[in-house]
């Protein structure tokens, strides 16, 4: 039986890893796992007064922080500075000189600012959209450049859907939602301040009309779960045939001034429509709305994005809704947090070139490297013993599995910023520039060869990801710290923890989406329809189990929207427990704080799944996080993993007792 103790008196045995001071014994594990592990943890944390949530997520971030101050304010105590470390100290003392950005009130976005007004005719939208998004501003559309899904050998152009100042389409939608009916009347008010402090006379008349067009965006966007297909997303249209899906409107100079479409060698005869309906309600809004309306929105878009870089007026304001309002933070970071998060943003590579020499040992990446190569080793005879799929489909996964591409730490090659340009003391310019350099960058890409050693993270972020395009796992140096992954721990605890967590993006290869995708990352069907069928079934069975989730009482989680990730847990955890039994080699894990090491596993993977969230954020969080809250991503695994009803002595008759037939076991 499942017994927790004090902590060994032993010092020189191995450390268990798991924070046994907040189990909470009122609460047995095969009733609620999370609350058994996290119980005490849960009485007794605040969340701090600047956080939307906390866990062990946020505090492993929240420690990186005065780490990457301490590097910032250290550079601007050194004579001579030069390339990217001249640039982060500018930029950081820029946005730090608090009293210079108040004198200047709305002088930093003037320009801008007389840019739109000075448009006469709908004609001039489509540049005004193509020089916006080059700041970074939100616009009824966005333009990137990124590999084709289905040619992955080349770069395309991407168009996708966008335009919202909400952080979903259901807040302008779901009238019958209270809470999201109440923060849509708020975005109004807020829109109206923000306008009035840019000088406005008519700020309210304004706002209404603002959230009228981008209510009806909001109509013609495709849902999160419609946008997690990404063979639904694939339109590959010739840009002359653009004028089909909206018609009367500028594709040919849209795209000629995003540096997209032109007369050079690498310019595309093709883009890729993600929401290709979506193209047709904007050119309907476009016609419906009058242009002053227009000019409105893109004013306000325009100061939505500059708000928290101006004048103290402008980012209280900004706060006061994105933060209170929609996530119920009841006091802003202190500028130092915010400052590094503004050079994380412009040059955070650049940054994390710095943090990597001071906190991450070589040995950490070398540990992880062979976890890395244990997962695999698991996944690979996982396939192999898989009785609903065929034998030519477990050839083809076992081809995809083969062509995994791992990342650990930080990248091979890194980013060159020499493109970018700071000034001291210039913070709306610096912000410009960085933005323009990263637009520029991405839009570089076209006609080139495929850049395999580019990341999608710096190194300081506490996360990981799979790409598909590339068919690669990335996991950044500052995940790989406890409670992910603790070097002095016993191995149990770094399986179920990181192990898991590697386990997780090797699965999302295979989840819904990631499984329409080969090895060399191009969209093609791989599967014998048969085994396509099995996979739906099982797919189906899980969306059904956490569809009857709820955070919050009116707020269950979305099945469909958090399939992705809800198959990454389930598989990657039972992949991890495999992995970690393999490496046992038959002998019997050792007992440490009277927990086994199948106990210590599983108690490694629910402990980072600790956490507490603000109501406000929970609301956000379950409309448009693809992730479960993380009391689910614990409990709603592990009563899928035979291992753990082992581990635990479940029974029937156990709260988180699912009969064999009932669990979804895939991977």
Not at 32 to 54: Q, R, V
Not at 172 to 178: F, G, P, S, V
Not at 495 to 517: M, P, R
Not at 530 to 546: E, G, H, P, S, T
């Amino acid at each position: 039986m499942y017994t927790a103790g004090a902590i060994a008196a032993d010092t020189a045995a191995p450390s268990s890893g798991i924070e046994t001071q907040y189990i909470d014994h009122g609460v047995r594990p095969q009733d609620d796992f999370f609350e058994h592990l996290n119980g005490g943890w849960l009485k007794t944390a605040e969340i701090p007064a600047d956080k939307a949530s906390w866990g062990s997520f946020m505090k492993l971030r929240d420690d990186t922080l005065p780490q990457l101050r301490a590097i910032i304010e250290g550079l601007a105590q050194q004579k001579r500075l030069q390339g990217d470390e001249r640039k982060i100290a500018d930029l950081y003392a820029s946005y730090m000189d608090e009293k210079k950005l108040d004198a200047l009130g709305i002088k930093p976005v003037k320009a801008e600012l007389a840019r739109i007004a000075a448009i006469k005719d709908k004609a001039q939208i489509p540049a005004l959209v193509a020089h916006l998004n080059r700041l970074g501003v939100v616009t009824p559309y966005a333009v990137r450049v990124s590999q084709d899904a289905r040619e992955s050998s080349r770069y395309a152009a991407y168009v996708a859907q966008s335009g919202l100042g909400l952080p979903d389409r259901d807040y302008y939608l779901k009238k019958d939602d209270a809470k999201l009916a109440d923060a849509l009347a708020k975005y109004e008010l807020h829109i109206a301040k923000v306008l009035t402090l840019a000088g406005a006379k008519d700020a309210a008349v304004q706002a209404r009309n603002i959230v009228a067009l981008e209510t009806a965006l909001a109509q013609a966007q495709w849902t999160k779960v419609e946008n997690r297909d990404p063979v639904k997303r694939y339109n590959k249209v010739a840009i002359d045939q653009l004028a089909a899906l909206a018609p009367g409107y500028d594709w040919q100079g849209t795209l000629a001034a995003a540096g997209i479409a032109g007369k050079t060698a690498h310019s595309p005869d093709y883009v890729i429509v993600m929401q290709p309906s979506y193209l047709q309600g904007f050119a309907k809004t476009l016609n419906d709305t009058d242009l002053a309306t227009w000019k409105a929105y893109f004013t306000w878009q325009l100061l939505r994005d500059a708000s928290p870089y101006l004048s103290k007026p402008f980012a209280d304001a900004h706060f006061a809704f994105y933060g209170t309002v929609l996530t119920g933070v009841t006091e802003q970071p202190p500028r130092w947090k915010r400052g590094v998060g503004v050079v994380e943003g412009a040059i955070g590579e650049g940054l994390g070139k710095l943090y990597v020499a001071q906190h991450f040992p070589p040995e950490r990446k070398d540990k992880m490297e062979k976890l890395v190569d244990n997962l695999l080793v698991a996944y690979r005879q996982s396939i192999d013993t898989l009785d609903w799929m065929s034998p030519a489909t477990k050839k083809e996964a076992q081809a995809k599995l083969a062509k995994f591409t791992p990342k650990i730490g930080y990248p091979d090659k890194w980013r060159d910023y020499s493109a970018f340009k700071t000034v001291k003391g210039d913070l709306a310019g610096n912000l410009r520039r960085a933005a323009e350099f990263e637009y520029d960058r991405n839009i570089a890409k076209l006609g080139q060869p495929i850049d395999r050693t580019e990341w999608g993270m710096t190194p300081q972020t506490v996360n990981a990801y799979y790409r598909s395009t590339t068919n690669e796992i990335v996991f950044p140096a500052a995940i790989l710290q406890p409670p992910f992954f603790d070097a002095k721990a016993d191995d149990a605890v770094n399986y179920g923890a990181i192990g898991a967590v590697i386990g997780h993006e090797i699965s999302h290869g295979f989840d819904d989406s990631g499984s329409q995708s080969d090895g060399d990352g191009n969209l093609r069907n791989w599967w014998t329809d048969a085994d396509r069928a099995n996979f739906k079934a099982k797919a189906d069975r899980l969306v059904a189990q956490y569809d009857g989730y709820s955070p919050l009482p009116g707020y269950n989680v979305n099945g469909k929207l958090t399939l992705g990730e809800n198959i990454a847990d389930n598989s990657g955890l039972a992949i991890a427990y495999k992995a970690y039994k393999l490496s046992l080699n038959g002998q019997p894990a050792p007992v440490i704080d009277k927990l086994t090491g199948e106990q210590r596993f599983y108690m490694g993977f629910g402990q980072v799944w600790r956490a507490k969230m603000r109501e406000a954020q929970q609301i956000v969080q379950v409309k448009t996080d693809p992730h479960s809250p993380g009391r689910f991503r614990a409990n709603g695994t592990v009563v899928n993993q035979p291992g753990f009803y082992e581990a635990f002595g479940v029974k029937e008759g156990d709260k988180l007792y699912l009969k064999p037939e009932e669990r979804v076991i895939i991977w």
